[in-house]
């Protein structure tokens, strides 16, 4: 029998949160297609400076500043559906037009660097579009003891929609033509829409919605979201959180090349123990979470402080590494711990969505997108610029990365304090929902 939501209505099966982990995966294939695919054709195969998809990638992230309007959207409208499907299109069709911009780069440098920028804005508005809505949906639609499994589900697949696109991609478009490159991030941006349609379709229909919807101002919402502790905290949650785990992206192989002589070969291997490690600490969440729902061992809020923790714990140890330190193993912990607080926090923005109202869940929602989003965008960059700064300061690389990770440490650390004092003071929830 399906587990029943606060108001009565079934909650979504485990088929239904795979179907919609499904439109994750394919809004996750087309992102890696324009920051990982198109960005290496840009660099490698037509000698274009490395800054100008950095730029063209956070023009992506700036988009996503406006995820609470669309939420906001989403929650005047009283559907997610129309704005997954219209957020999957746009998309889809920015994923084609990067494709496009890139291939004419090689003959018409100024114009496709126009439609590049216009392929890229649209890319961070439809990510924006059908992200903040898919999980809006899911925090209304899944029961709250699956929350925090569905949660670990949804991510991962996108990370599936990652690896996958990318192993097709790299298939296909081996011997390398511009020509090629249109035709095959166009076909797979084609196919993910297909898919994410298919897999959303029908999936709210059971939601019973008022027949009568009060239009209340943008601005007016926001500030009546903002003006929750909850929400409040736990944006700014998100984005040290966010800011921390991103900071580290960017320097982890170089640090490993440069302080312990590894090949790139070899530090890439390393980044494969991270990634796996990743993927534990999101699968244990999930389980423990979902067996031991309303008792402590899964405790949402419980797992957030452990995952930044633990986080932190791992960068101490990796500030003070030099040759000789289990390198692999310190990739893979941090690894754990990273994907224990991510998943919590995927988890806890589905419980806190509607804990003060169903009317502003896509407006709540949108808000911590948006701080995830700006905090990825500054994460990377603020990363390398601190090992350079420290780098010029000490002349030493190994001293520069340990800054840099003790920086990001303390980052974890307060995100720790944040993720404790997030729902403490917060309106009673009875049953499972205690735990947020």
């Not at 502790?229 to 440069?258: C, H, K, N, W």
């Not at 979470?289 to 932190?312: E, N, P």
């Not at 169903?358 to 990377?380: C, N, P, S, Y």
């Not at 000490?394 to 800054?403: F, L, N, Q, V």
Request: with cysteine; aromatic share 8%.
């Amino acid at each position: 029998m399906a587990p029943r939501l606060a108001c009565g209505a079934p909650g979504l099966s485990w088929f239904g949160i795979f179907r919609l982990g499904l439109v994750q995966t394919a809004l996750g294939g087309v992102v890696v297609l324009c920051t990982s695919t198109i960005n290496r054709a840009m660099v490698v195969e037509l000698a274009l400076p490395a800054t100008l998809p950095g730029l063209l990638v956070a023009l992506h992230y700036a988009m996503q500043m406006l995820r609470p309007r669309m939420g906001h959207g989403s929650d005047a409208g009283g559907r997610r559906t129309p704005w997954i499907i219209g957020g999957m299109a746009v998309l889809a069709l920015g994923g084609a037009g990067a494709g496009f911009a890139t291939a004419l780069m090689e003959e018409h440098f100024a114009l496709g660097l126009i439609m590049a920028v216009s392929a890229f804005v649209m890319i961070g508005a439809g990510v924006g579009a059908a992200g903040t809505s898919l999980l809006t949906l899911l925090a209304g639609e899944v029961a709250p003891a699956r929350r925090a499994a569905a949660g670990t589900i949804v991510w991962l697949m996108m990370i599936m929609g990652f690896a996958i696109t990318a192993g097709i991609a790299g298939r296909l478009l081996d011997p390398f033509s511009p020509e090629r490159l249109f035709a095959v991030v166009g076909g797979l941006s084609a196919a993910a829409f297909v898919l994410a349609s298919l897999s959303v379709l029908g999936i709210e229909r059971h939601v019973p919605r008022p027949a009568e919807r009060r239009e209340v101002d943008f601005r007016a919402a926001l500030a009546s979201v903002w003006a929750e502790p909850a929400a409040r905290q736990f944006t700014i949650f998100v984005f040290i959180s966010m800011l921390a785990y991103s900071a580290a992206d960017l320097i982890l192989e170089p640090f490993a090349g440069e302080v312990f002589g590894l090949s790139i070969g070899q530090s890439t291997a390393l980044a494969g123990q991270q990634n796996a490690g990743t993927a534990l600490g999101m699968a244990l969440v999930g389980l423990m979470g979902s067996l031991f729902a309303g008792r402590a061992l899964g405790s949402l809020r419980g797992w957030r402080v452990v995952g930044c923790i633990a986080s932190a714990l791992m960068l101490v140890l990796l500030a003070g590494a030099r040759p000789g330190f289990p390198l692999g193993a310190g990739f893979f912990l941090l690894g754990v711990g990273n994907g224990a607080f991510a998943a919590a926090a995927i988890a806890s923005m589905m419980q806190l969505a509607g804990r003060e109202g169903e009317e502003r869940a896509g407006m709540r929602m949108g808000l911590w997108g948006a701080a995830q989003a700006i905090a990825f965008g500054l994460g990377g960059l603020a990363g390398t610029v601190l090992c350079d700064i420290g780098r010029a300061v000490t002349g030493e690389a190994s001293t520069a990365y340990s800054m840099v990770f003790i920086v990001e440490a303390l980052l974890f650390i307060a995100s720790a304090v944040l993720a404790w004092r997030i729902g403490a003071t917060a309106r009673p929830i009875i049953g499972k929902e205690a735990q947020a």
